[in-house]
């Protein structure tokens, strides 16, 4: 399998061979599916927490009798329908982490980036030479591929200037390819990545 090589201004420089093995799995919408319900899941904190009424300092004291008042009985001025009362069902502390079988997860990758690559919306750079660590040159290079939706940059090695340059543009995500994932690959609509970059996916995902 082979794709075009381009530079920065999307000009056609050479070809490069890519993995079959890597670039030209066949889709598999579930795996994928289950890999980016992992990946999301790994993100929550799940940290939030409110109190039960057992839990709000005070209200130990009934506030009034229990009949004669003509008022509604009540026990505590901490229970739930109370201002400053408990919370019904309260969320507490909990892990929404999934896991994901090591072969499972790479199986998932191979498949997501061999769908950009069979509906062309992987594109491969020589390399990335900046004049100046400046927004406007990584946004240059955006505008010359015609891109207005979001799209993942992966770079490979020493790319601090690329990676300072782009991450004030809104839809441009710059990524390690080492860092990679299956989520990044369907969030983003194009993804464009280094000759570099390429050979690190194959050394990873390679049977």
Known sequence: MQVKLMDTKAAEVGTLELSDAVFGCEYNEPLIHQAVVTYLANQRQGTKSA?????VRGGGVKPWRQKGTGR???GSIRAP???KGGVVFAPKPRDFSKKLNKKMKAQAFRSAISYKVAHNELFVLDEIKLEAPKTKNVAQILKNFGFDKKTLLLVSGDSA?????GKNIAI???????LANVYELVANTNVIATKEAIKKIEEAYSL
Request: aromatic share 4%.
């Open 51 to 55: 109190l039960t009424r057992t839990e």
């Open 161 to 165: 200037d690329v990676v300072r340059a």
């Open 72 to 74: 509604a009985r009540q």
């Open 172 to 178: 441009l995500t710059i990524t390690d390819a080492s």
């Open 81 to 83: 329908q109370w201002t």
